[in-house]
């Protein structure tokens, strides 16, 4: 009995803050976000005009062609936030870098649903959707879930005393999320090459 209060009670001291750290990382990504919102409508002072002039020919571009980004860009899209965050987790530096990537994940995301927003009105929240829906929603749950686990190493880093750290132990588990990600995410690359121009020309459709 005494061993399994124990096992039960560093489970629950183990899990907590990695629930914890997760939430914060998820609170930086919403402020990043209210600052894209912010700038957004900046934006639309200063820039206005050149801010639609390039929203609309990218509009009319997926409208008349149907077309969908090309692999390269894709995968740059996809790819670029995760990988950096699994990398950082190798690094004291993930301490610091990894809440700031954090923030700027939700600040491009909120900027580029703003601007659609300020440019067409109500019709741009459709055509955000649209457009940058299904990379939202297959990339944003493979960084928090990497992102997490990725700064709790990079935490780990900095709790070391004396000149000289010993290498920080990593369980499989870290690097199966990362190749858990990879799939999804290239499922998620798919969708965008066949789905997401469906979805921008019906939304146009129904502006």
Known sequence: MGRTTVVGRSG????????????????LCAAGML????YAGRCQEDAGQTLQQYLEGYCQLYSDTGSAVS?????RLYFSYIVAAFLLGFTALGTVALPALAIAYGFTAMFSVASFVGCFGRSGVL??????????????PCF???GTHAWASALSMTSCRGRRCAPVPRDSAYYYRLFFCVVW???GILCEQTVTPHFFQAAMKLM
């Open 12 to 27: 629950r001291s183990a899990l907590e803050p990695a629930v914890l750290q997760g939430l914060l990382l998820a609170a």
């Open 144 to 146: 928090l879930w990497v």
């Open 127 to 140: 055509l955000a959707l649209a457009a940058l829906g299904v990379r939202v929603a297959f990339t944003l």
């Open 185 to 187: 995410l290239i499922v």
């Open 71 to 75: 692999t390269l860009t894709a995968v």
């Open 35 to 38: 600052a894209g919102f912010w």
